[in-house]
């Protein structure tokens, strides 16, 4: 009997979607008043985004001509080279330096590929109704200045497993794992399509299978949904078919952009208490955080990760687009499409619903009961989230202000680090740091540690801010970042358990009769 092979993964939708394909040349900025087809292509763009998550933007031939040059010169480079990726960023200059350093016709199609993302983003702004430079603040300045790299990048890619097939598997699913980007826009080039985008009704569909050789597919980030107070919500995608060559450009906050949702509250929508603002350096530590503490909470990493990206989409559900309130008086239509808050008022006004356009009755309308409680839930969860977010916030502050108060003070040791609490006496209260790096210690824990390290020993390895501490286990060599609260010495751990096994022997033994 052969051995049984596991289940496949879930396939996509046989009925791919017609995504909106927005000509660039409509997109584009200009002095004057709005034309009729500008205001088309605003719509069209974010109808696109708001129904399937994804969209078509149609390059000029010119700028079109730049990507196929792109593409064929990655494919000879990768073959030349021998290597999967390539990383490509704006004023590093690396194309200039010699010959076969990186493929050729990057500065040009970096060029074609920022000036589409940052007219996508200023027609996302105008359908908010805010201006349509209001995000540029947050970008790099055009052109760079001297000796600066940009924060947008462009990722080349290239696997020549299709000359050998003599075509492009797009069925595989395997590897695929659900995905986000971190940035405010992600903009995909192929040869061969092979990227799946999840609708908002949790529905996979081929995004890239019907779009032309000058055709960009448009993703929405993370930081995006940040500064439009989840408005415009995260698009999750994967890949199925990574036998093609692909150029993948991300436009990036800069580092020290304040990422915040004020223009947002002028425009008079409503923003949810836990969009904050935040520096966009913070903002990408606390998502590589966010990952890195999901994959270590469970030892089946694939599924955190899909659990961990999947979060946006289900606060978008959750929540009204128009207002960011949670769904707590969803109604549902005969269509099987829910609404609350100004969307729903929205959706009676038209007497259409905004995702299927069917028509609707006001008297049909009916609680959703089961998403209003699931809305709820979610909402406590997240002010639960919010005052856990301002409570680092806080501790960050506070050990910020040590270390300055420690290095104006003169408080180092010789070799330049700083004095720990306990070493003197005279330093700042602030965050504990009861441990010394070398010393043993034994794992306590809390909720959020993996069982297979509680009751560990482990010896300390580096001190973090915060308060946290890298530890190595002593019997298994894995490493993990806890908290001081979640750690004790070895000697006040035998210390305790002999006073509770054998309180009598042990004052006894130290303090004998006559001392």
């Not at 990507?67 to 030349?80: D, E, G």
């Not at 806080?394 to 910020?400: D, G, I, L, Q, S």
């Not at 609260?485 to 303090?511: A, G």
Request: proline fraction near 6%; include cysteine.
């Amino acid at each position: 009997m052969a051995a049984s092979s596991p289940p496949p993964p879930a396939a996509a939708s046989t009925s791919t979607p017609r995504l909106a394909t927005v000509r660039l040349h409509d997109l584009a900025p200009y002095d004057g008043a709005a034309t009729p087809a500008y205001a088309r292509a605003v719509h069209a763009l974010s109808a696109s985004l708001t129904r399937h998550g994804a969209a078509l933007l149609e390059l000029p031939s010119a700028h079109a001509a730049i990507l196929r040059c792109a593409l064929q010169s990655a494919r000879a480079f990768f073959r030349a080279n021998n290597q999967p990726l390539y990383l490509y960023r704006a004023g590093s200059r690396t194309s200039d330096d010699g010959g076969d350093l990186s493929p050729a016709c990057m500065d040009d199609a970096f060029t074609c590929f920022g000036e589409a993302a940052r007219a996508a983003l200023s027609a996302i702004a105008r359908h908010l109704r805010l201006r349509t430079n209001v995000f540029d603040h947050l970008l790099d300045d055009t052109p760079l200045p001297v000796n600066e790299v940009s924060s947008s990048e462009l990722l080349v890619a290239y696997s020549h497993q299709h000359l050998h097939s003599g075509h492009a598997s797009s069925g595989c699913l395997g590897s695929s794992v659900p995905q986000v980007d971190r940035g405010f826009l992600m903009l995909v080039a192929s040869d061969h399509p092979g990227i799946q985008v999840c609708d908002p009704d949790g529905q996979w569909y081929l995004a890239d299978g019907v779009s032309g050789p000058g055709d960009l597919l448009l993703l929405t980030g993370r930081a995006l949904s940040h500064v439009t107070a989840g408005l415009r919500p995260t698009s999750r995608y994967r890949i199925t078919n990574e036998s093609r060559a692909s150029l993948t450009f991300r436009l990036m906050p800069r580092a020290n952009a304040i990422l915040d949702c004020s223009p947002i509250s002028a425009a008079g929508h409503c923003v949810p208490q836990m969009y904050q603002p935040i520096s966009a350096s913070e903002f990408m530590d606390d998502l590589c955080a966010e990952e890195l503490a999901v994959s270590n909470h469970s030892e089946a990493p694939s599924e955190s990760q899909s659990s961990f990206v999947s979060e946006p989409s289900l606060r978008s559900v959750l929540s009204d687009p128009l207002s960011g309130a949670f769904l707590e008086d969803a109604m549902v239509l005969l269509c099987g499409h829910s609404f609350g808050g100004l969307m729903l008022k929205k959706v009676v006004e038209m007497a259409r619903c905004t995702i299927c356009n069917g028509e609707v009755d006001p008297a049909t309308l009916f609680p959703n009961l089961a998403l209003r409680a699931v809305a709820t839930v979610v909402k406590m969860e997240d002010d639960r989230r919010l005052f856990h977010n301002a409570a680092l916030r806080k501790r960050r502050k506070e050990v910020t202000e040590r270390m300055d108060v420690l290095k104006s003070t003169g408080g180092s040791k010789g070799n330049g680090e700083l004095v720990l609490d306990g070493e003197n006496s005279t330093s700042p209260r602030g965050v504990q740091y009861p441990f010394v790096v070398g010393e043993r210690v034994l794992i306590m824990g809390n909720r959020r540690t993996p069982d297979k390290f509680v009751g560990k020993e482990a010896v300390i390895t580096s001190q973090c801010l915060n308060g946290w501490y890298l530890v190595k286990a002593v019997d298994s060599g894995e490493s993990i970042r806890l908290q001081y609260r979640s750690l004790k010495k070895v000697s006040e751990v035998q210390l305790q358990s002999e006073m509770r096994l054998q309180p009598l022997t042990f004052l006894h033994n130290k303090y004998p009769s006559g001392s």
